[in-house]
């Protein structure tokens, strides 16, 4: 089954500049993708356009939707997508558990279900006991850690990643990307990963997606053989 879909899709920004595609891209569920391309090519834009945080200039983007009817004060599942930028944008006044709990509490969940979710989250990447701890406490690797939390609280089944870990040093990029994979075997969500770095590409996903320069269409597609299982 697909999680998403996208067909002949293309976005033209209003001062005309064509950022993307056409592009042709089917990524099956439970499969973790990477999208690697120059810079400005599109990705980020193949990103939005997937979260409907925009919308295409043609084409159709095409997402698998959930079974079954929404249950009122829980997260709405239809929209099923968790999204981390490269910018861990959090808010720097309230907690690190207050950050996480936001998408919840915006969707109208109950305060000790959300808090009870938040902290899950949170133990899931490894940062049970600093609920309490303010952002500005944290290093880079934990702020990054709290807005990974933050995308997988609502339990997504699809986690768009723009370029996570490009800010951060070589050692923490390194354990994230352990503990990333990890979280993918557990969870299995299907997972969109832009980053500039092919090392990081091949290592993470089953899937490696070339995009020529702007605007961005497929180069290459192809599947990463490993020794080891992956889920
Ligand atoms: P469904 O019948 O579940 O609605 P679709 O109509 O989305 O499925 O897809 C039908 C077939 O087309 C599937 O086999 C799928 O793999 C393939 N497909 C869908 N989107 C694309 C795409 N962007 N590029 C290539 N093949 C695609
Ligand atoms: P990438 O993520 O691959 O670096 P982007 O998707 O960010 O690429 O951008 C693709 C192209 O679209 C770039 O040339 C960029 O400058 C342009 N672009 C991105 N966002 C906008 C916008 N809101 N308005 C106009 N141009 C944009």
Redesign the pocket.
Same mark, same amino acid.
């Given at each position: +089954? *697909?999680a998403v879909?996208? !067909?002949g899709v293309t976005k033209a920004y209003d001062n005309g500049l064509m950022a993307l595609g056409p592009l042709? *891209? +089917?990524v099956r569920k439970g499969e973790f993708i990477s999208l690697l391309g120059p810079s400005g090519c599109g990705k980020s834009t193949a990103l939005r356009l997937i979260a409907e945080l925009s919308a295409p200039s043609s084409g159709i983007v !095409?997402l698998a939707r959930r079974e079954g009817t929404p249950q009122p004060g829980h997260v709405h599942p239809g929209h099923g997508i968790g999204f981390v930028f490269q910018e861990p944008t959090l808010m720097p006044w309230t907690s690190v558990r207050e950050n996480v709990r936001l998408p919840l509490k915006l969707s109208g969940v109950p305060k000790a279900e959300s808090r009870a979710r938040a902290d899950e989250a949170l133990a899931s990447v490894g940062l049970a006991d600093f609920a309490d701890a303010f952002p500005r406490e944290l290093s880079g690797g934990m702020k990054m850690r709290v807005s990974l939390a933050r995308a997988l609280v609502t339990d997504p089944d699809i986690l768009l990643m723009d370029e996570p870990f490009a800010a951060l040093d070589e050692i923490t990029r390194f354990r994230l990307n352990d503990d990333l994979l990890a979280l993918w075997r557990r969870l299995g969500k299907t997972v969109i990963f832009v980053t500039h770095s092919v090392f990081e590409s091949v290592y993470l996903s089953q899937r490696v997606v070339v995009m020529t320069a702007r605007p961005g269409r497929i180069q290459a597609d192809f599947r990463v053989e490993t020794v080891e299982p992956r889920g």
């Open positions: +089954a *697909l879909s996208l !067909r042709d *891209l +089917a !095409r």
